[in-house]
């Protein structure tokens, strides 16, 4: 998928800027992923391109959920998830 953007421990400006990458190539969608406790940068992300580079941009869809990872040891821990759509 060329419109899906994961986000992780990479500044917040370098996911506004496959955003934009996605947008200025003729992508008419974005998708944002995240988890844990890289939710708030996608969140953050999104703002700063909705307010300052793409204003006609707006948010589609928003799911969260909850994904079960399994550790070395064989534990389980369980992991918030959100998923943000953007169209232009």
Do not use: Q, W
Not at 48 to 76: A, H, Q, W
């Amino acid at each position: 998928m060329g419109n899906l953007v994961i986000v992780g421990g990479k500044p917040i400006m370098n996911y506004v800027v496959a955003c934009l990458t996605v947008f200025n190539s003729g992508g008419e969608e974005v998708r944002l992923r995240a988890r844990g406790r890289h939710i708030s940068k996608a969140v953050d992300a999104v703002e700063m391109l909705r307010r300052v580079f793409v204003k006609e941009v707006t948010v589609e869809d928003i799911s969260v959920g909850t994904e079960i990872l399994t550790n070395y040891s064989g534990g389980e821990s369980r992991v918030s998830t959100i998923d943000i759509r953007l169209i232009r």
